[in-house]
């Protein structure tokens, strides 16, 4: 999840003057230190001085830490009490549906998600957060959608690009946007190995045996304990009759998980094979 500080809250607080409160305020503002930032929030306030747009502030700043901490209850109560005050900030709702998220109330997250949309259509952040939500539900369309109009706005994010490639070859079976989705991934971060996993696994379903198997192969190049990458080679060799290698890779797989259920399965589906030749 996304947690977002925002620029409405602090410079509604710029106009709170003081000594006494100056540390408060920017203690309140800052995200490297949360309990240090709900603390200084709170004694703001307690104090007096602060207008109901300045309140809405620092519950925004105040709740969106206790999200940052887990507090999602907390964070609820004050992003809540926030919009209550001031009800045209997009991040309030933004927030609030991100904790809505995590108390599984996907109701009311979904409706946030949508208010912050219409308080600011170009909102990106509530763009890929709805989507995540959606994709839970198994909503694939749906997220693909608000997928398309997030990297529209930010074209660069490799978190989109692998969320829609997802998207295409769970739910909407369109295996050809997945790998280039995947491909898109790999050309941003050539490096990481789940973007040639995941590119592998739309081959495979393609039917593109020989392209899958060498995207499997640069993932385990890339992070050789990477058991998902491992046993999809292992059923991909298992699946072309290269027996040895997906023996090879199963036993690689629970050299790293003994436990591996997947990996055991395939053991076991293999010996019936050989029996059979």
């Given at each position: 999840?996304n947690w977002?500080?925002?620029a409405?809250a602090?410079a509604?607080?710029m106009?709170?003057?003081?000594p006494?409160v100056a540390?408060d305020?920017?203690?309140?503002?800052q995200?490297a230190?949360?309990?240090?930032?709900?603390?200084?929030?709170?004694?703001?306030?307690?104090?007096k001085?602060?207008t109901p747009?300045?309140?809405?502030?620092?519950l925004?700043l105040r709740g969106?830490?206790?999200?940052?901490?887990?507090?999602a209850?907390g964070?609820?109560?004050?992003l809540?009490a926030s919009?209550?005050?001031?009800p045209q900030?997009p991040?309030?709702y933004?927030?609030r549906?991100?904790?809505?998220?995590?108390?599984?109330?996907?109701?009311q997250a979904l409706?946030?998600?949508?208010?912050a949309?219409?308080?600011?259509p170009?909102?990106?952040?509530?763009?890929?957060?709805?989507?995540r939500?959606?994709?839970l539900q198994r909503?694939?369309k749906?997220?693909?959608t608000d997928l398309?109009k997030y990297?529209a706005?930010?074209?660069g994010?490799v978190?989109a690009?692998?969320?829609r490639g997802?998207c295409?070859?769970?739910g909407?079976?369109?295996?050809?946007?997945?790998?280039?989705?995947?491909s898109?991934?790999?050309s941003?971060?050539?490096?990481?190995?789940?973007?040639y996993?995941n590119?592998?696994l739309a081959?495979?379903?393609m039917?593109?045996?020989g392209a899958?198997l060498d995207?499997?192969?640069k993932a385990?190049?890339?992070?050789?304990?990477n058991?998902a990458?491992l046993?999809?080679r292992?059923?991909?060799?298992?699946?072309t009759?290269?027996y040895?290698n997906?023996?090879?890779?199963?036993?690689?797989?629970?050299?790293?998980?003994?436990?591996?259920?997947q990996a055991?399965a395939?053991?076991?589906?293999?010996?019936?094979?050989?029996k059979?030749?």
């Open positions: 999840m977002f500080r925002t409405v602090a509604a607080l106009a709170v003057t003081g006494a540390d305020v920017a203690d309140c503002q995200q230190n949360l309990k240090l930032s709900i603390a200084s929030c709170g004694r703001l306030l307690d104090g001085g602060l747009p300045q309140q809405a502030s620092v925004l969106t830490a206790r999200l940052g901490t887990g507090d209850d964070a609820i109560k004050d809540s919009i209550t005050l001031n900030v991040d309030a933004n927030n549906a991100n904790a809505y998220v995590g108390k599984k109330l996907a109701g409706m946030d998600y949508g208010t949309l219409k308080l600011k170009d909102y990106a952040a509530a763009f890929i957060n709805r989507a939500l959606l994709i909503e694939f749906k997220a693909i398309d990297i706005l930010q074209p994010n978190d690009y692998n969320l997802v295409y070859s769970d909407a079976v369109d295996f050809a946007r997945a790998k280039a989705d995947f898109k991934v790999i941003l971060q050539p490096k990481v190995s789940s973007g996993m590119r592998g081959e495979a379903r039917m593109d045996n899958a995207d499997f192969n385990i190049t890339l992070q050789p304990n058991i990458a046993y999809y292992g059923s991909l060799n298992l699946d009759q290269g040895d997906a023996e090879k890779d199963f036993n690689a797989v629970l050299k790293l998980d003994p436990n591996n259920a055991k395939g053991l076991l589906k293999l010996a019936a094979l050989r059979k030749k």
